[in-house]
């Protein structure tokens, strides 16, 4: 009975201790029931966030979240919570199988690409993303050594490691939610394209393959339990295993590879905000001054289907704004400064995507209203009426105005200029019409020159046939007549006084 005490102890002893002259033994035990939910874990998150807005976004998240990290040495301790095998053991990655008593530590990220300026030697764990369990996976030390410090890809050989490989694909779609989530929890590290990549470079891909990866193959109940699992111990979770979709919104638009991969699944356009030709993250909008702006998805203006609106910077909802008015038109977002200060604008348009589906995009644009403008010059173009009788009133239509700034942004403000010396109230060639563009505290103007002729001619009579009116004719012969009569009285008064 003594012997079998101490067996029992020894055993307890040996499955309890994490590691031991490189061998792990693991305790096995049941899954612990987890609590963990989503809940409101993403409501900092915009339905309309893209690009490196949504990136920063999440990096933030994750932040707030991440409460607990886990030191390197001390990982053995949950894997049995966050990979369990069945009801015991621990789960190899890349093959799903029964870990056993011997297995490694995996860096789903390669050790050796997660450090540039190391000052602390290269010692495994001093990073922080090597404390995070979503990092480190239990694997079977024969398949580990086989990894080495590849990019993922479609084939295994001296640059790429394919996941897949031991017959369970859709670990391809875990390996690349988790590089993903490598580059929200290290700003420092990125992706690339490019399997040449040294060690330095802190990168990691293929990218275009791990886009393909994420779409092609479903978060799997592997995963979700490894999320909440994971969220119980270190109070975070990673972000694309409850929204894969996250992924082609912040990298579909490197490259044209990663384009084909996301448009092939229904991410295919971008949506920007242009002033001028010039697509824009911030404007500056003078006080009591104008700023057109438009949406382009893709190349095209968007003219429908589109909404702009200021919002709260923190929480991201739909505000009145104190420095500017906001006006939409059929293509154009017109923003009117009123008061000195910032704010933060948010523009989304929606599409239908080739597979059906709607997709809403959407661009936040920073706004700032201050009293300095950099109008530098006025042009006036286009097809308006320059040939007037006096009389008439000078007609704008056709006039196209531009404004000019110093940074060379041209901006058409036709609506908002004032015209002066518009009654044409005499004949002149080169007639001054004023054009004049206030905006803000500057002013400029410009002269545009029309023709006016003298007039035409007197309406009301009726036409004799000969140029004139019966009234005009009739009193130049009575004038005829009575010079005649005077002619003839005075000829007869000289033939008399002769006689």
Not at 236 to 262: L, Q, S
Not at 406 to 431: C, E, H, I, W
């Amino acid at each position: 009975m003594k012997n079998k005490g101490f067996l029992a102890t020894l055993t307890a002893v040996m499955l309890a201790t994490p590691m031991m002259f490189g061998t792990s033994f693991n305790k096995v035990e049941t899954p612990v029931e987890v609590n963990a939910a989503v809940g409101n874990y993403y409501d900092s998150i915009g339905a309309f966030d893209t690009g490196d807005d949504l990136l920063a976004k999440l990096r933030t998240l994750n932040g707030q979240k991440r409460t607990r990290l886990i030191s390197y040495d001390n990982m053995w301790s949950y894997f049995s919570r966050t990979d369990p095998y069945s009801t015991y053991g621990v789960m190899s990655f890349y093959d799903g199988s029964y870990c056993g008593s011997k297995y490694t530590r995996e860096h789903i990220w390669p050790f050796s690409r997660l450090f540039l300026n190391n000052v602390t030697g290269n010692q495994r764990g001093d990073n922080d993303i090597e404390k995070d369990l979503y990092e480190i996976r239990p694997c079977s030390s024969s398949i580990n050594e086989g990894r080495n410090n590849k990019f993922y890809g479609y084939e295994t050989n001296d640059n790429l490691y394919d996941p897949g490989q031991y017959g369970k694909l859709d670990y391809r779609g875990d390996a690349a939610r988790i590089i993903f989530y490598c580059v929200v929890a290290d700003e420092n590290l990125h992706l690339s394209e490019n399997e040449n990549d040294g060690v330095m470079q802190r990168s990691m891909g293929k990218l275009s393959t791990l886009l393909e990866w994420n779409l092609q193959y479903a978060v799997t109940s592997r995963e979700l339990t490894r999320n909440n699992a994971v969220q119980d111990i270190q109070g975070h979770r990673n972000p694309f295993v409850d929204h894969p979709e996250y992924a082609c919104r912040i990298w579909g638009n490197t490259n044209m590879a990663t384009k084909k991969v996301c448009a092939s699944h229904g991410f295919e356009k971008e949506l920007t905000v242009k002033w001028d030709t010039s697509t824009i993250t911030s404007i500056a909008v003078p006080n009591d001054g104008h700023r057109d702006l438009s949406l382009y998805l893709n190349n095209s203006k968007v003219s429908s289907d589109y909404t702009l609106s200021f919002v709260d910077p923190t929480y991201g909802f739909d505000i009145t704004s104190d420095i500017a008015e906001l006006n939409t038109e059929t293509s154009t977002a017109v923003i009117t400064g009123k008061n000195v200060g910032t704010g933060l604008l948010k523009a989304s348009a929606s599409y239908t995507l080739s597979n059906g589906n709607t997709e809403t995009l959407g661009k936040y644009i920073d706004v700032k209203v201050a009293n300095e403008t950099n109008l530098s010059d006025l042009e006036v173009s286009g097809n308006y009426k320059k040939e007037y009788v006096v009389g008439d009133t000078f007609d704008p239509t056709g006039m196209v105005v531009t404004a000019i700034y110093g940074n060379g942004m041209k901006q058409d403000v036709t609506k908002y200029v004032t015209l002066t010396n518009t009654a044409l109230n005499s004949p002149r060639q080169g007639f001054p019409v004023r054009v004049t563009y206030q905006e803000g505290t500057a002013s400029l103007s410009i002269t545009v020159r029309v023709n006016v002729s003298g007039g035409s001619t007197p309406s009301g009579g009726t036409s004799n046939g000969c140029g004139g009116n019966i009234a005009t004719t009739s009193i130049t012969l009575a004038a005829i007549s009575l010079l005649g009569i005077s002619f003839l009285i005075f000829a007869t008064y000289r033939r008399k006084k002769k006689e």
